[in-house]
């Protein structure tokens, strides 16, 4: 017995181990996304109908806490603790999916095919919407690069690249189970194979129908400037760096107009000043917001337009104490005036604030003690979703603004782009961010973590989702321009950049190209995550259905320790 015992942990182990080292291959900027196809079928398999319930549940638990543990390391640059927690959190989906697989293969025998994707879609769609969401390294984000296999997006969202990728799996962990029951050449088993097929071959069809008719319904938009410095956070965050980086910013941006770009974007955060203009009116002649803010409505006068990030106050006037504080993005125009200002919507949990803070004071009190500051470092989130507009030389052209991790959330980006009635309200988006918290600095060199490519490749399935051009500019890397179908650039017009796109980390520079505006509006625009909510719904019920069924099944077994 105890030999059993130990042989079924090892292959437990073994399992989710090789399903936890394809997972981590096949994201960016790894080429191994040909592993995400069958990456789920060691952990199906291994979910046997009569597997001890208890085994199955640590054994998962384990290898999920240390693939998120391995896959976040670039958390722990910022704050330890929050990295080991999180990944605590995120390593609770492997024993609630195990469970709830073998409870599946015991109501359903054969049903892997379809149960698969509506299982770990259904996952993936609580992991996006969670704790404000964190949809990172999902399965479709293994073919950031396959373009034909994404372009689905712009109907489901990026979780229809993850059921077709779940399909495939499911389908050969049917494939798998019948060989070894030797049921291989049964009518339900084929008929299963044309199904599959059918959703792939369709998939493709689709994709390249896409690609080909995209310069039909995609015209020439302005040329656009993206500056990437090349700061860390330590050195960024303080206070006397303010003027050196600013002059570096001036610098490059003037390199992006003196080549003919119409607007130039910074990065998040990176001028070291409130500067919205009910705090800069405020303040004195000769301090930092207002010398700031002079500055670069000297820069931009009869030149073009700039938009760059920084943070903005408001101020209680009676007794000149600061309420609130955003992390917003300003444009200033040729006129030598900021006209138009975005305050960040989705704002990250430790990050840009900390929960509790009314709630439960005890605990958020422990929380801020456990952070990288030792201050409230809380911003409020902004409500509006701004519309920026600038004039070019035939039109006026309409752009929205991500900040940081916005490109990560589906819902913010879509709200951006269309309308309450669904009409699209914008040429093209712009992220900005700051990345440099996700580096290492040594000898003054920055040493670029698997964070920087990963946001890029996430930051393709908005694109293909909206079927809207994306310029990035991101401080430490990766600044890039995507096009509408996902389709990350490599080179430009002119810049000092390297020319392959997922070689600009951890380097500083400028890039200018030109944006093509694409007039189509999807089907994900208009009606959002109906595949979230309906996996989420199916994934929810299986849950309910398996735990049940595990309690039922202990207590069939009176005066024993269950499922050991």
């Known amino acids: 017995m105890f030999n059993t015992k130990s042989k079924d942990i090892r292959l437990n182990l073994a399992a989710f181990a090789a399903s936890a080292l394809m997972l981590t291959v096949v994201q960016a900027p790894f080429r191994g996304g040909f592993l995400a196809w069958i990456c789920l079928v060691p952990f199906v398999l291994v979910c046997r109908p009569q597997a001890p319930v208890r085994r199955l549940v640590w054994t998962a638990y384990l290898v999920g806490f240390l693939y998120w543990l391995a896959n976040l390391y670039w958390v722990g640059l910022v704050t330890v603790p929050a990295y080991i927690v999180f990944s605590m959190v995120q390593g609770l989906y492997w ?47 293994s073919q950031w690069s396959n373009l034909p296999v994404i372009q689905i997006a712009d109907i489901f969202g990026q ?53 080909a008719e995209t310069p039909d319904h995609t015209i020439a938009g302005p040329l656009l400037g993206s500056v990437q410095p090349n700061i ?8 006397e760096s303010g003027d050196s980086i600013l002059d570096g910013l001036l610098t490059d941006s003037n390199a992006c107009l003196d080549a003919g770009a119409s607007l130039v974007a910074w990065p998040e955060t990176i001028v070291l000043s409130s500067l919205n203009r009910g705090y800069v009116d405020l303040c004195r002649e000769d301090t930092r917001p207002r010398v700031y803010d002079r500055i670069i409505a000297s820069h931009v006068k009869e030149r073009g337009y700039v938009l760059l990030g920084a943070h903005s106050s408001t101020v209680d006037t009676r007794d000149y104490t600061i309420t609130d504080r955003y992390n917003s993005a300003f444009l200033y125009t040729p006129a030598g005036e900021q006209t138009a200002r975005y305050d960040k919507i989705h704002l990250v949990p430790f990050g840009e604030y900390l929960p509790f ?35 070019g030389q035939t039109r006026a052209y309409r752009f929205g603004v991500l900040i940081c991790y916005e490109d990560t959330d589906p819902t913010v980006t879509r709200r951006m782009v269309v ?146």
């Open 357 to 391: 803070r009314q709630s439960f004071p005890v605990l958020y009190n422990l929380i801020l003690k456990l952070s990288p500051y030792d201050y409230d470092y809380n911003l409020t989130k902004g409500t509006e979703y701004t519309t920026f507009e600038i004039n």
């Open 419 to 564: 309308s309450p009635e669904g009409d699209k309200k914008v040429d093209w988006l712009v992220n900005i961010s700051n990345d440099g918290w996700y580096v290492r600095w040594k000898d003054n060199v920055v040493l670029p973590s698997m964070e920087l490519p990963q946001r890029t490749a996430i930051t393709v399935f908005r694109a293909v989702e909206n079927r809207v051009g994306i310029i990035r500019s991101v401080n430490t890397g990766i600044s890039c321009m995507i096009d509408s179908t996902g389709r990350i650039r490599n080179g430009f017009e002119s810049g000092t950049l390297p020319r392959e796109a997922m070689d600009r980390q951890g380097v500083a520079g400028w890039f200018t190209d030109r944006i093509a505006v694409d007039g189509r509006t999807t089907v994900f625009s208009r009606y959002g995550r109906w595949l979230d909510i309906l996996c989420g719904g199916v994934l929810s019920v299986a849950i309910i259905g398996a735990f049940g069924s595990s309690i039922a099944e202990a207590r069939r077994l009176p005066g024993k320790a269950p499922n050991r």
């Open 232 to 239: 860390p956070s330590q050195v960024k965050e303080l206070s």
């Open 159 to 211: 979780l229809g690249v993850s059921f077709v990728i779940g399909l495939v799996n499911g389908f050969i962990a049917d494939l798998v189970i019948a060989a070894s029951e030797r049921r291989l050449v049964r009518p339900l088993v084929l008929a299963k194979a044309g199904i599959v097929s059918a959703a792939v071959a369709a998939t493709l069809l689709y994709g390249y129908h896409r690609l």
């Open 95 to 141: 024993p609630i999916l195990a469970v709830t697989i073998r409870f599946v293969r015991r109501k359903w025998p054969g049903g892997l095919t379809f149960a698969v994707p509506l299982i770990f879609v259904g996952a993936e769609a609580f992991q996006s919407v969670l704790f404000t969401g964190f949809a990172w390294r999902l399965l479709a984000h």
